[in-house]
């Protein structure tokens, strides 16, 4: 649980005009928000929007280059990093976890104790009265309890206490981290991803200790049931969809509702933004037209009917007069337009589907079993498992954690060495994985090096990075370090594509990924011309999968 660095205001979470930026490269403009208690926002946005940053801003681990951010007295921030020692045990860890939370019910008793010997002393009382309100918040004295039913509710209570968190799977320290945030009731809830490593079970805990949290909660998250279910309002930091989208001018798009409340609206907002957009278009055409042409009045060859020199300066003086106020008119109204404008709609970086680099009208030939797996097994991670799959099968692996749907996939890829049993598949068969978790690349290197070192100078030429619309052109030449983590998965995902597989294994295929690549994605997998296999928790795709399905 971390302290407010500065000054707070009451139990709301305020952003004034933040701005960060980072190499040169502006990531927020002028963002500004409030969240008040009891109120739970989700941040929004495309990979590398600077959802993450914003969430790093509030918690104070960066400073924003302006603006200012205000905060309860206290706040925890769940993310990519641990927040403990990976060197100590579990029981350490949850002794550390319940100090803060524990020295509220301590200061009860230990003021408790000094009001009996002074029972006249108004500052002693009101710190009496302070304590006893922190310990309530925090429920200090069921702390205990409700650390072991977190640990329980996140699948982690087999765990023995002398296990060193460094022991432990990578999803298994992300839940533990979860579970040392949510114990510890700061009055101000972060949290970055918090499903990206939890079965149906977990997310239910987790959603309902945050529809619980009696403070502000702000938080990012790529899993589309979840927001639908948990969260009060959106803050979009796309600036394509804001509705008052002037030029110069920057900041985010608030919206009160759920996540699918939000997706009509959105789309509604966009339609009317392109069609106020192509008007003002219109309107400025005309008004350029008219100051170009509208320098005269009347027929430019009548003459008046008398030829005296002053009936003739009479009516060029008129003539020049009413000229002059219509032009000037126009200007007006043409400067006015072209300083109010909406800006042009962006295009949007829209994923071309999984089938974006595969050969036109070519498909698998065969109609038989491309792989086949017999009672495959991987000691201490994956049960005997035995399954046949065809050309264009279309296959969900679903399961708790800890059951193997992510070694099954990598035993499938022939990552993983199984036990026991086997996995057959025709020789020249081309099976592909993107994995749950980016990869490691070198991080000097730009998205498109990385790109080219992984699928080869020739696949990299003829199917070039930005065949996919997964990264904008703007990030191609960025180094891989300054992408975001959705960014860098999106990279992986273009490295796998770019030789179409036959076999095509998505492991959490929706982790990390923005909402609307998510729901692309997803959407592209029936039109894949190989086998697909998705293992995956995410409940908005289970929900609407058509295939097969395996439940391990």
């Given amino acids: 649980m971390l302290d407010a660095p500065q000054s707070t205001a009451g139990t709301h979470l305020r952003v004034e005009g933040v701005s960060k930026g980072y190499a040169g490269r502006r990531v927020l403009t002028n963002v500004g928000f409030s969240v008040a208690a009891g109120d739970r926002a989700a941040v929004i946005g ?58 509220h019910a ?44 977190l640990i329980d509710g996140l ?58 949290w009696p403070g502000p909660v702000l938080l990012a998250s790529h899993d589309r049931a979840f927001l639908d279910e948990t969260i009060t309002s959106l803050v979009d930091l796309d600036p394509a969809l804001r509705q008052h989208c002037t030029v110069g001018v920057s900041g985010v798009t608030r919206f009160t509702g759920s996540y699918t409340d939000y997706l009509a609206a959105r789309a509604d907002q966009r339609e009317r933004w392109q069609q106020q957009y192509q008007n003002e278009q219109a309107e400025l055409s005309r008004l350029r037209d008219r100051v170009r042409k509208d320098q005269q009045v009347g027929h430019t060859n009548w003459q008046p009917r008398s030829e005296t020199r002053m009936a003739q300066k009479f009516y060029a003086d008129r003539n020049a007069t009413v000229v002059s106020r219509r032009v000037n008119d126009a200007r007006q ?42 009672g495959l097994s991987v000691a201490g991670r994956l049960a005997p498992t035995s399954l046949a799959l065809g050309a264009r099968d279309r296959l969900l692996v679903e399961g708790p954690n800890g059951c193997g749907k992510s070694t ?16 057959s598949r025709p020789s020249r068969l081309r099976v592909a994985l993107l994995a749950q978790e980016p990869t490691v690349a070198d991080a000097d290197q730009t998205a498109s090096q990385a790109y080219r070192a992984a699928v080869g100078e020739a696949v990299a030429d003829e199917v070039p990075l930005g065949s996919f619309g997964l990264i904008a052109g703007r990030d191609q030449n960025r180094p891989v370090a300054e992408l975001s983590v959705g960014q860098r998965r999106r990279l992986d995902l273009a490295c796998v594509l770019a030789s179409p597989p036959e076999v095509l294994l998505l492991d959490e295929p929706t982790n990390h990924f923005s909402l609307q690549l998510a729901t692309e994605l997803e959407a592209s997998i029936e039109h894949y011309p190989g086998t697909v296999v998705v293992a995956s928790h995410d409940r908005w795709l289970r929900c609407r999968w058509s295939g097969q399905r395996l439940q391990l």
Wanted: aromatic share 4%; proline share 6%; hydrophobic share 45%.
């Fill in 155 to 212: 699948g982690l209570a087999g765990l023995a206490p002398d296990r060193r968190a460094a022991e432990l799977s990578g999803g298994q320290v992300a839940r533990l981290s979860l579970v040392w945030v949510l114990v510890q009731r700061a009055e101000l809830l972060l949290l970055d991803e918090p499903t990206n490593h939890l079965d149906d079970a977990a997310a239910a805990v987790v959603s309902q200790t945050v529809k619980e």
């Fill in 46 to 103: 495309e990979n590398g929007s600077g959802k993450s940053t914003l969430l790093r801003l509030v918690a104070g681990l960066e400073c924003p280059d302006a603006g200012e951010i205000v905060t309860p007295a206290s706040y925890a921030l769940y993310h990519q990093q641990a927040p403990f020692p990976m060197g100590h045990t579990l029981a350490q860890i949850a002794r550390e976890a319940l100090r803060p939370v524990r020295f």
């Fill in 106 to 149: 301590d200061e009860v008793t230990r003021l408790g104790e000094a009001m009996a010997d002074s029972p006249q002393d108004a500052a002693l009382a009101d710190a009496f009265g302070h304590a006893v309100a922190e310990a309530e918040r925090t429920d200090a004295w069921g702390a205990e309890r409700r650390w072991h039913l």
């Fill in 408 to 423: 099954l996939l990598a035993a499938l890829a022939g990552l993983v060495e199984p036990t026991s049993g086997s996995v």
């Fill in 333 to 374: 109204d043409l400067e006015r337009l072209e300083a109010e404008q909406v800006r042009k709609p962006p295009r949007p970086l829209i994923f071309r589907g999984l089938a974006a680099a595969h050969p036109v009208n070519s498909g698998s030939a065969s109609t038989g079993p491309t792989l086949v797996a017999s």
